[in-house]
């Protein structure tokens, strides 16, 4: 008894191994090899207020650390660690550390090659009432050639006197511009010209104002937060056995696999992709940091989250950590600590 008593006592003085999951600005080791973040920074007030020493572990993905905690290869987990109902089935989780959430980040589209890809599918979208706009506009002009022609006389320049002057006259008039260079000189060709006149400010009416409504629409569009149906039909990327992985698994939503995040944007910066689906904090300080110029930074969220200290089943950490946990994230002081991090 004597011995697993002393047995015991040593395991409980001895430091615990603390996995760190490598992703800014949570948990991140230096060029010089000191490991910060705002995870590495809670868990350092945690530890003191316990009264216990640890060793940080850097660990680069994700199945390396719930594996590595499952087995019980490390005491705890720490970073950006999202509470999933996968993870929850295989490890515990502390007291909430962080709040998060799966959000998904986008190319910039401004300049004149995104307004010009704005306005191609625009007119793309209309081309139906373009092309019955292009029919009447050839219908009028062979119209007034019909009327015109047996009537033309060789003295008048004017006078529309081939199927080329009839639809260059449509052309002309639809567009307001009124040369005057070819006009209508019979009745006929008059009556025709006063109805294509009030059909052509109809339908330059409608077409004008329908591609600015629809590009005003797709501004607005763009500018609201993503929701799930959005997601759909488009090319995804996420990292591999992230929390924006198991979220897009649970909606059997297909997308292309990466390391790690920095990876990801990349390809989203390139056009590889379409959209990144991650975690809010990570999205946002890893676009500040590195892809400011190309992507958007991730606002609102698709499903909230919770970020926590993962453990071993059955942890004897786990109560005394909980109640560190929330003594510390409940001070104003932390507060302000944690957002300092996510301004790089």
């Known amino acids: 008894m004597a011995i697993l008593a002393a047995g015991s006592v040593a395991a409980e003085d001895a430091p615990l191994r603390v996995a760190v999951y490598d992703v800014p600005p949570y948990g991140h080791a230096e060029p010089d090899g000191t490991i910060d973040g705002v995870s590495v920074d809670l ?10 020493e640890y060793r940080l572990i850097p660990v680069a993905e994700m199945k390396a650390v719930i594996d590595g905690v499952a087995r019980n290869d490390y005491d705890a987990a720490i970073g950006a660690i999202t509470i999933t109902p ?52 050839i219908a ?45 000189k019979t009745t006929g060709g008059r009556a025709i010209a006063i ?8 339908l ?17 569009a763009r500018a609201r937060p993503l929701g799930e149906a959005d997601l759909v039909g488009r090319r995804l990327a996420a990292v ?19 390391d790690d995040l920095p990876s990801a944007l990349a390809a989203l910066s390139r056009g590889e992709a379409d959209a990144v689906v991650n975690s809010i904090g990570a999205l946002q300080y890893a676009v500040a940091a590195r892809f400011s110029g190309t992507i958007e930074r991730p606002q609102g969220v698709l499903a909230p989250a919770f970020m926590a200290i993962a453990l071993p089943p059955g ?30």
């Open 43 to 52: 868990w350092r007030r945690a530890a003191e207020f316990l009264g216990r």
């Open 86 to 137: 996968e993870r929850l089935a295989r490890v515990d989780f502390s007291y909430p550390a962080h709040r998060s959430g799966v959000a998904v980040a986008l190319r910039k589209d401004s300049g004149p090659l995104a307004a010009f890809r704005t306005y191609a599918s625009v007119v793309a979208e209309l081309s139906p009432l373009i092309a019955i706009t292009l029919g009447l506009l």
């Open 140 to 184: 009028m002009g062979v119209a007034m050639w019909l009327v015109e022609k047996p009537k033309r006389a060789p003295s008048h320049d004017s006078a529309v006197g081939s199927l080329r002057d009839g639809v260059y006259w449509a052309v002309v008039t639809m567009t307001t511009v009124g040369y005057g260079d070819k006009t209508p």
């Open 195 to 202: 109805l294509w006149m009030l059909a052509s400010v109809a």
């Open 204 to 220: 330059i009416s409608i077409l004008s104002t329908t591609i600015v409504s629809k590009m005003t629409a797709d501004r607005v």
């Open 240 to 258: 591999a056995h992230s929390s924006g992985a198991e979220f897009l698994d649970e909606r059997r939503l297909s997308y292309a696999s990466f």
């Open 315 to 344: 942890s004897a950490l786990k109560k005394p950590l909980d109640r560190a946990l929330i003594e510390i994230t409940a001070s104003a002081e932390w507060r302000r600590v944690e957002a300092s991090y996510f301004d790089p």
